[in-house]
């Protein structure tokens, strides 16, 4: 199956500077990207999603690239917030499947210091 | 739309009990899935249904799990005797082929 791979597993940044954080994917059948927030005690809640047909999506502070050739995904967050803080995690669909089995990364913390 | 529903929240129970979690994916939802959540494992995939037939259980742990879809409405994951390491956040989430929407989780901790 799909392995993905997440780093870094924990991120500092002061308020205002911008995070980034990156993923691996192994099944170049894999098309759809998710990234999801979780925030303390609650469910992981989808923030952005992408595409295998298109290389960059954007919503406000928050952009997610995508470069399937080197199999790669990145989550780009700007001018951070204190509200920011939470893990963060990205995942990729399996081979395509219409089924709707996603492989997560092991997630990562990020923390804003205001 | 109410999302996916969980209940219980919260089950605090003692060791050896059997404890019965449940789930009502998202109406229109064909996909359901089971995830357990730890610190040390993190977001853990134990066995997801499509159309209400299981597609893949080897996530789940042992024969003291078991999961159940009786219609497109329900699901319970049942673990019976339950042990101490079980205690973990249990995820149920819902998909009509792409995004995965979840529930919010049922707190267990067994003593």
């Known amino acids: 199956g799909e392995n993905v791979e997440q780093h870094p597993s924990t991120l500092s940044v002061q308020e205002g500077d911008s995070a980034v954080i990156k993923c691996t994917y192994s099944?170049?059948?894999?098309?759809?990207f998710p990234w999801y927030k979780q925030e303390l005690g609650k469910r992981p809640q989808l923030i952005i999603d992408i595409r295998s047909n298109v290389g960059e999506k954007k919503d406000q502070r928050i952009a997610v690239t995508l470069n399937k050739t080197a199999k790669h995904f990145s989550l780009h967050i700007t001018e951070t917030q204190p509200e920011d803080s939470a893990v963060y995690f990205c995942a990729a669909n399996d081979r395509g499947s219409t089924l709707g089995r996603l492989y997560f990364g092991r997630g990562t913390q990020l923390t804003v210091w205001p | 739309d109410a999302g996916v529903i969980q209940s219980p929240r919260h089950e605090v129970t003692e060791m050896g009990q059997e404890v019965t979690l449940r789930c009502k994916p998202i109406s229109g939802h064909n996909s359901l899935f089971w995830y357990r959540q730890t610190m040390m494992r993190g977001l853990e995939l134990l066995i997801y249904f499509n159309n209400n037939v299981p597609i893949d259980d080897s996530g789940m742990p042992e024969d003291r799990f078991s999961a159940k879809m009786p219609n497109a409405s329900f699901s319970t994951l049942k673990i019976q005797p339950s042990e101490p390491r079980d205690s973990a956040v249990y995820f149920c989430?819902?998909?009509?082929?792409?995004?995965?929407?979840f529930g919010p989780g049922t707190r267990l901790l067994v003593l």
């Open positions: 099944d170049s059948a894999s098309n759809y």
């Open positions: 989430a819902s998909s009509s082929g792409g995004t995965q929407y």
